[in-house]
């Protein structure tokens, strides 16, 4: 039996992830990547699969306290870990991952001189993944010294690795230099920091050209220091038509062309002419750029200034040149290998709105992210670690896996300066007093943004620079060539679904699979692939090379679900159900080479419950059943919606074994309830908050259900396992035993019940749309049930205002309803707040009502509306039932009144 099979260091995870060594930032800063697993369970998850459970207690004490104080630092308690593994695996200890991404769990266990193997489809993951764990690792003292480092006189006595990759850095930015200058010239004795560019789009008024601009600012105004600030105004010539930038000391007086009408609740910018003043609505100026009517206006060039960071002015006449030289240069430059042109000419795939965002304004290829001196600069860096990568190898007798190592990190600081020199960079204008900089284009996490305002750096040392993103991935790599020694991990291309080892081989796989539809590994890559290819052609062609049509990665096997915008009109093969299949048989791959005592650990983080019920189905037809399953929050955070998820569970998984007896579904839910409440203690130890208690409680069903071959009800039916989903999350809420003024929480109605738990966990924070799905399951309760009592908000779903709420009342209305309505009656006094209580026929004896109105006030901010309301509320409870009493009192005597004038004889009636 393997530790992670009855006990994992939950705790110590959850604290080192989220800052420090365990949060894993040092690794993930070498090289551009997304979804980054945390170092610390990263080690946790290797140390736990590999050490064994010993049944000695004394043995099993000895051994957690050894992890415990391992968890403690990067390199902790390393020698002394090699050892138990040793101890344990006497043949020698082999460890699998089969979605590698950028290896970060090969990475621990080769730091452990386990034999680790990382597998993944994408090959710029691959490249990501050899970077930080193979090079790192790799001896190098043989290799034949670099000329030009010798030549240029670099002494930097970091290493043999280290010391290499800053020559060749500092080598390719040098050359770089030289063969791109003349686009880039100086003013002045000193070339531009860099350059703002303007999309320009024909009014459908007035027609002619005008900028689309998104801000103005160009440097906040810092009394302090005595800077005045700057930004720009467009002046335009109605007369002739033109316009031009001008830079103005100060705060802006004048807005930008793209604003956001008053009236919008989206964020959606028109476009305003200022020669005419005509608007063009989002729909309208985004159909003209798809169509092609776009083009790019150089607006001003930024230099760095020694008082105020950096200084904005008017572009030269020999800087517009220079734009038009680009031009042709670019237009002149040869292929670099037949069906690899100069621009890149991969097309962007159909539907790729929400990734690539640039396709929704007329970019078709990857080339079209950038303007032209913009790819010119990318060509010819690409020519120039091209051409070094042959020169140090055939020239030089350097080896073809050190020449990998070395060109791999410079196109580590070509995708790192990728992010920062696309039609997507923004400038970043600070208001806390650091000077401006230059944003890069994933802002929301994998989606590659677009900005008709865009900023392209130029050839200083400023941000954004060859020189600034040098020093960056220099400082990463030195975290890592500083780190305890290891032996190289195996890092290669391939599929999750036909691995290329043998059967029973390995001692444990542990893995962090795509979580189905959060992150578009591949989409997001293929612009770095594009690139890449043109850097590695020459000494790496196998990274060329791929099946697609469109000359991007590979995408037949990607396991992930694709949100694609054009399903009506197109087909992308990468649903639910290509997911399941491609998990199924990634799952039932690790199955067939773990070895015979080893274990299968997976990493998984999902708030959907469609997704768990899919992984549960996946993980039975690899014929796997959970053994252990841990909690621990992983991750910061981030808005509802987001790829950010706070809690992952670390879950080990065996062979099922053979003769599993059927279970009886009424038995099976009472396991599920006890391993749920057992497993309590432990999680509120790690310091997980009822909301995350809820997703773990995920682990352990799917344990007990895992137990059996089949659960059948008492007609002899098969059980869907994904119920018991959902009696662990009611176990999860029992076992939290809540107690509202003396009354608990499951004597409520099952509406109130739903609500009074949603305000517990989340107050009025958004919350993602498939948690209230959860929740709803839990409780019994549709989905249509839960209006009025949630609300939709900005990518996700949030207790809703008692303003918004609607209904009719009656007796029958439900406590959380009745509060609702007095809530939203409490601004139009106690006589409106009285008629609800009458139209429900409740007063101020009802327990439950004053229980769940003083418990929500509890929950929310004092500033809160309804807080403010229902707080109130309870404080004039008595004077609320004297407005009642005399409201039925005075029904009463006008039902009496009514009653007595039917009553009344009339002269016109007769016998």
């Known amino acids: 039996m393997r530790m992670i099979e009855r006990w994992f260091p939950c705790t110590e995870v959850s604290e080192a992830s989220s800052s420090g060594w365990g949060s894993g930032n040092q690794e993930a800063a070498l090289f551009t990547w997304f979804a980054k697993r945390p170092l610390a369970q990263a080690k946790a998850a290797v140390l736990t699969s590999l050490l064994p459970w010993p049944e000695d207690v004394e043995e099993q004490r000895r051994l957690q306290n050894l992890v415990r104080r391992a968890m403690a630092a990067r390199n902790g308690m390393n020698a002394e870990l090699r050892a138990e593994i040793a101890v344990a695996h006497p043949d020698g200890a082999s460890m699998l991952d089969l979605f590698s991404g950028r290896a970060m769990i090969p990475l621990e266990a080769a730091r452990l001189s386990v034999k680790a193997y990382g597998i993944d489809y994408s090959p710029v993951a691959t490249l990501a993944g050899q970077l930080l764990a193979d090079f790192p690792l790799q001896d190098w003292s043989d290799e ?25 850095l500092d080598e390719v930015g040098r050359r770089h230099d030289e063969q791109i200058a003349e686009v880039y010239p100086e003013v002045d004795g000193r070339r531009a920091w860099g350059y703002l560019w303007a999309s320009t789009l024909p009014c459908q008024e007035c027609g002619r050209r005008f900028p689309l601009t998104g801000a103005v600012v160009l440097r906040h105004p810092k ?39 008053g009236s919008s609740k989206t964020g959606a910018k028109s476009a305003i002419c200022p020669f005419c003043n005509h608007v063009h609505s989002t729909a309208l100026h985004r159909r003209l750029s798809a169509e092609g009517f776009r083009e790019d206006v150089l607006l001003l060039a930024a230099d760095l200034d020694r008082d105020y960071g950096k200084s904005f002015r008017e572009p030269t006449s020999d800087e517009f040149a220079a734009i038009r030289l680009a031009e042709e240069m670019l237009a002149a430059e040869p292929p670099f290998a037949p069906g690899i042109p100069a621009k890149p000419d991969e097309r962007i795939p ?18 079209d992210l950038c303007n032209d001196r913009q790819t010119l600069s990318f060509v010819r860096l690409c020519r120039v670690i091209s051409d070094l990568g042959i020169e140090i190898m055939v020239d030089h007798g350097i080896s073809e896996k050190y020449t990998a190592a070395l060109v791999g990190y410079a196109c580590a600081v070509l995708v790192r300066k990728m992010k920062r020199s696309t039609r997507g960079t923004s400038l970043m204008v600070y208001n806390d007093g650091r000077s401006t900089g230059v944003n890069h284009i994933f802002g929301n996490e994998a989606s590659i943004s677009f900005s008709y305002d865009y900023f392209e750096t130029g050839l200083t040392d400023g941000p954004g620079s060859w020189s600034s993103l040098v020093e960056r991935t220099m400082a990463a790599l030195r975290s890592q060539t500083g780190r305890a020694a290891g032996v190289p991990a195996d890092i290669s291309r391939g599929s999750a679904t036909s691995l290329p080892i043998r059967d029973n081989s390995v001692s444990a796989v542990v893995t962090d699979p ?24 020459s000494t790496q062609p196998l990274f060329c090379f791929t099946a697609d049509p469109d000359g991007v990665q590979e995408k037949a096997e990607e396991a992930i679900v694709k949100k694609f915008r054009a399903r ?18 990634a799952f039932t791959e690790a199955r067939r080479v773990v070895s015979t005592d080893g274990v299968v650990t997976i990493v998984f983080g ?43 569970l670390t879950m080990s998984c065996r062979p099922a074994p053979p003769g599993r007896p059927a279970g009886r579904a009424n038995l099976v839910e009472a396991e599920v309830r006890k391993e749920v409440k057992a497993r309590i203690p432990m999680w509120e130890a790690t310091g997980l908050a009822p909301s995350d208690q809820l997703m773990a409680s995920a682990g352990p069903a799917m344990e007990a259900v895992g137990r059996y071959a089949q659960v059948l009800n008492h007609l002899g039916d098969p059980v869907d396992p994904a119920h018991y989903l959902v009696v662990a999350r009611r176990a999860v809420e029992e076992a939290a035993a809540i107690v509202i003024d003396h009354l608990p929480l499951e004597t409520f109605d099952e509406r109130t019940r739903f609500a009074l738990s949603w305000a517990r966990l989340y107050r009025r924070a958004v919350a993602p749309r498939s948690e209230a799905r959860w929740q709803a399951l839990a409780s019994d309760l549709s989905t249509d049930e839960l209006k009025g009592i949630l609300e ?52 101020t004896a009802d327990n439950y009502l004053w229980a769940a109105i003083g418990y929500l006030s509890s929950l929310l901010p004092e500033a809160d509306p309804d807080a403010v309301a229902w707080t109130s509320l309870v404080r004039g409870r008595s004077g609320i039932g004297a407005v009642t009493r005399g409201v039925v009192s005075a029904q009463r005597e006008a039902a009496k009144l009514k009653e007595a004038a039917n009553r009344q004889p009339s002269l016109f009636d007769t016998d």
């Not at 034949?144 to 060749?168: E, H, K």
């Not at 093969?573 to 998990?583: E, F, G, L, N, V």
């Not at 908000?793 to 009656?810: F, I, Q």
Request: hydrophobic share 40%; with cysteine.
């Open 568 to 585: 009506s009109t197109h087909f992308d093969h990468r649903t639910s159900a290509h997911y399941d299949d491609m998990i199924a048989k």
């Open 223 to 261: 009394p302090a220091t005595g800077d005045p600030g700057q930004h720009y105004c467009i002046d335009v010539d109605r007369q002739t038509g033109r316009f031009r930038a001008t830079v103005h000391a100060g705060a802006p007086t004048g807005q930008p062309t793209l604003r956001a009408p």
């Open 606 to 648: 999902h708030g959907d419950p469609d997704v768990w019920h899919r992984l549960l189905g996946a993980l039975t037809r690899a014929g796997l059943v959970l053994t252990g399953s841990w909690p621990a929050k992983t991750e910061s955070g981030g808005s509802a919606g987001s790829a950010n998820i706070v809690t992952t």
């Open 350 to 367: 159909v539907g790729n709105g929400s990734v690539v965002q640039p396709s929704l304004y007329g970019a078709k290829s990857y080339g």
């Open 792 to 843: 939709d908000a900005d990518k996700g779903v949030r207790l809703g205002y008692a303003k918004n709420w609607k209904g009719a009342l009656s007796e029958t209305s439900r406590t959380i309803d009745v509060a609702m309505a007095m809530a939203k009656a409490w601004p139009e006094g106690l006589d409106a707040v009285a008629e609800v209580l009458v139209a429900t026929g409740r007063d």
């Open 144 to 168: 034949p010294l670099l000329p030009f480092a010798a030549r240029q006189g670099l002494t930097f006595s970091g290493g043999r690795l280290l010391d290499d990759v800053r020559a060749v």
């Open 514 to 537: 795509p979580y189905d539809e959060m992150i578009p590994y591949s989409d997001a890559s293929d612009l770095f692939y594009v690139w890449l290819k043109r850097a590695l052609f």
